[in-house]
């Protein structure tokens, strides 16, 4: 699998580190009444087949953070953007 960095090009699969779940939002209260929410945020994630939303650092290359759109059963990614740009 190749990542096309903005930066850098197509780069191979071992310069990336997989990073998690793009599309998990953090919780924005620290209230006691939070709590549920902040148990889902921290240990429940969905299998999702098909298109997801990632998040991959390019540690081996420019260090940028990536929001990947990958299709999860063929591996195809479909979009690479900046993640900053994405949130």
């Given amino acids: 699998m190749r990542i096309n960095c903005p930066y850098c090009g ?11 779940d793009a599309t998990v939002k953090r919780p924005e209260s ?7 929410a902040w148990v889902d945020y921290v240990y ?10 990632e ?3 390019h540690g081996a290359g420019c260090h940028s953070w990536l ?4 299709n999860t059963v063929t591996h195809e990614i479909t979009a690479v953007e900046l993640a900053a740009k994405g949130r």
Avoid: C, M, Q
């Fill in 55 to 57: 998040l991959w650092h």
């Fill in 44 to 53: 429940l994630r969905d299998n999702p087949a098909g298109l997801h939303k």
């Fill in 10 to 20: 197509a780069r191979g699969l071992e310069e990336f580190t997989y990073r998690g």
């Fill in 67 to 70: 929001e990947v759109t990958r």
């Fill in 30 to 36: 620290i209230e006691e009444s939070a709590r549920d």
